[in-house]
């Protein structure tokens, strides 16, 4: 399969690989945002190769390892195994205690995943907010080490709820990318965690860009979503961290800002330009962030999201109407939160 749309490609932190500045989260393609047929989960990897995109990011317990499982037999079948950056993170497979995050779980699950994606060694692995005592474990540093000297991994990094986490992780000397929600909706990261990761030369994996899809642009009052979809049954953080569902907006809340953010974009975007590709835009061009990971349950959403990396610059127009949205509707409800 040829690459017909490359578009600009960043370091991801210490790793030193190279991905695409729009990636892939997979976290859809497990089957957790509603159903999706394994014939429409390959077509969407399909295009988003094809659209230019080389990161995927995905997880253990998406789908129980379903996602993994069909991402490995696709770069297996379409040889692309050397094209193509796989990241997934491990630690929620059973309950979230730091007494959980040992070497042996470690080897478990890592070898858990070797098999799903159909290699030896993982190119990288984020612990999967883990409980925030973890971050200060040296046990659990060391065992992750260990797991790169015995080279069932090639690099580890962090998936986090908060900033502070980040910062914590960031000091690590051998982590190499942090994982963050970071969205329009979701400031706190830009302003403190950016620069101190580039100081640092830790990659910044900027996760729930489109803040559960409200920054489409798409979602009105009479919106509802599947029952076996995360922004119904984790709507007030009923399964997990609710900073994961809309970024911890309410709804309602996030329909108004939603509704300013996609006048901003009629304003100060690039003609043509949709909501959806100026929030995953915004985000990556901020040179800080290695790789931004909007799902697609389509090939239509694919191809858009990767499109939205070849956007022009927005500028500080643009930047303005972002901070004066979140300051109106949002620094209020997130900011000290997360």
């Known amino acids: 399969m040829r690459n017909m749309n490359a578009m600009e490609n960043r370091t991801l932190g210490r790793t030193g690989l190279q991905v695409s500045c729009v990636g892939l989260g997979t976290w859809q393609l497990g089957a957790d945002w509603g159903d999706v047929s394994e014939q429409d989960a390959v077509a969407v990897l399909d295009a988003a190769v094809y659209s230019g995109i080389t990161f995927f990011d995905t997880a253990d317990v998406y789908g129980d390892g379903r996602s993994e499982r069909v991402i490995g037999g696709f770069l297996a079948d379409r040889g692309l195994r050397d094209t193509v950056t796989v990241a997934t993170k491990m630690g929620r497979r059973v309950d979230q205690v730091p007494e959980n995050y040992t070497l042996a ?47 069932a991994i090639a690099h580890y990094g962090v998936s986090v709820e908060t900033v502070a986490e980040a910062l ?26 950016l620069s101190v990761a580039a100081d640092a030369g830790v990659g910044i994996i900027a996760r729930v860009p489109l803040a559960s899809g409200l920054l489409s642009g798409k979602y009105d009052e009479s919106t509802t979503f599947p029952e076996n979809d995360h922004r119904n049954f984790n709507r007030n953080g009923e399964a997990f961290d609710v900073g994961e569902t809309f970024s911890g907006v309410p709804f309602e809340t996030g329909l108004a800002a939603a509704r300013d953010f996609s006048a901003l974009v009629a304003d100060a975007a690039p003609e043509g330009t949709t909501p959806a590709a100026a929030a995953i835009a915004w985000l990556w061009q901020h040179p800080q962030i290695s790789t931004v990971i909007p799902g697609a349950r389509n090939v239509d959403q694919a191809r858009a999201n990767a499109g939205a990396g070849r956007v022009a610059l927005l500028g500080a127009e643009f930047d303005a109407g972002v901070q004066s949205i979140y300051d109106r509707y949002l620094r209020d409800v997130v900011h000290s939160t997360w």
């Open 105 to 151: 779980n470690f080897r478990t699950w890592v070898d858990r995943s070797r098999g799903n994606l159909g290699v030896d060694t993982l190119e990288l692995v984020q612990l999967h907010c883990p409980p925030s005592a973890v971050y200060g474990d040296d046990q659990v540093f060391d065992a992750l080490d260990t797991l790169v000297e015995e080279q």
């Open 168 to 193: 914590e992780a960031i000091r690590r000397p051998n982590v190499a990318t942090v994982q963050i929600i970071v969205n329009a909706f979701r400031l706190k990261p830009v302003d403190e965690v």
